[in-house]
């Protein structure tokens, strides 16, 4: 008689939430995965984290997590995020979004959180298109690109987000893509850890629209091959000319230092006194 197992994995799902509402192939689902890979090699206390998500698919990631999960209006995970950690300090925030809810709409509270060092965790993932809402242009969705939007191409220049954030003030920042689960796992655990703002960028498959609309295929095996093809490690990177690094995507951790963190701009306590 054949024996039924359980995923080790399964007690961080809320029950009642599977089979999740990711398309066949997305990404999103992977990064689910290797979250809790990352929580469950940390031995995180899941009753001591909070997960966010605004809108869009990537959003959709802390519905499923047995966790308390705050899951609201577009581009304010992070003013969320600011709110519940200078409230309780010692709870773990952990923010999922993609790149329109966190860089476009989402891109002012991106900037100043990443400014102040704000103690949290942001895990973006990159589709490089708003893909809930059918495809439109994003962000960071590169230049001549076909979307929705752009039927002629994309003539926007887009966010390197690393860039941004390292640049905004962000102390640990990495990027990888779904098809390198053992350093996205690690940076994700680095991330967990870290004192300050960290920056988790996953680059991933969309094969339901950025698929079909920028490389004419809803595959997604041909659109991770897409990706990973663009990829190239940050040490092989340093090596080449910008020319040579045009349309690349470059893998790896761009930060990772300490300084003070952001707890408010007064305290509570000299208030009282």
């Not at 929705?148 to 390197?160: A, Q």
Request: net charge positive; hydrophobic share 40%; proline share 4%.
């Amino acid at each position: 008689m054949m024996q039924q197992k359980t995923n080790p994995l399964r007690k961080y799902i809320r029950n009642g939430r599977l089979p999740h509402f990711f398309c066949p192939g997305c990404g999103c689902g992977q990064v689910l995965n290797y979250f809790l890979k990352a929580v469950d090699d940390l031995q995180l206390d899941f009753k001591k984290i909070i997960t966010i998500g605004g809108v869009g698919c990537t959003a959709r990631i802390p519905i499923y997590l047995n966790t308390d999960s705050l899951h609201g209006v577009h581009g304010r995970t992070l003013a969320w995020a600011t709110g519940i950690k200078l409230y309780k300090s010692d709870l773990k925030v952990v923010i999922f979004a993609g790149d329109g809810d966190l860089v476009s709409i989402g891109g002012n509270h991106f900037l100043h959180a990443a400014r102040r060092n704000l103690d949290v965790t942001v895990i973006l993932v990159n589709n490089f298109n708003f893909a809930m809402t059918g495809g439109q242009v994003a962000p960071t969705t590169l230049l001549n690109t076909v979307t929705m939007t752009t039927p002629f191409g994309s003539k926007e220049n887009p966010f390197d987000v690393c860039e941004l954030a390292v640049c905004a003030g962000a102390t640990y920042v990495s990027r990888w893509n779904t098809a390198r689960p053992i350093q996205t796992i690690t940076s994700i655990k680095k991330a967990l850890q870290h004192p300050g703002f960290s920056l988790v960028e996953i680059l991933s498959q969309c094969p339901t629209n950025f698929g079909r609309y920028a490389l004419r295929t809803g595959n997604p095996e041909k659109v991770l091959e897409w990706i990973d093809n663009k990829s190239i490690l940050k040490i092989k990177a340093e090596k080449l000319s910008k020319d040579e690094l045009k349309n690349k995507f470059i893998l790896g951790e761009f930060i990772n230092k300490k300084r003070p963190i952001f707890q408010g701009t007064t305290l509570l306590k000299e208030e009282s006194n």
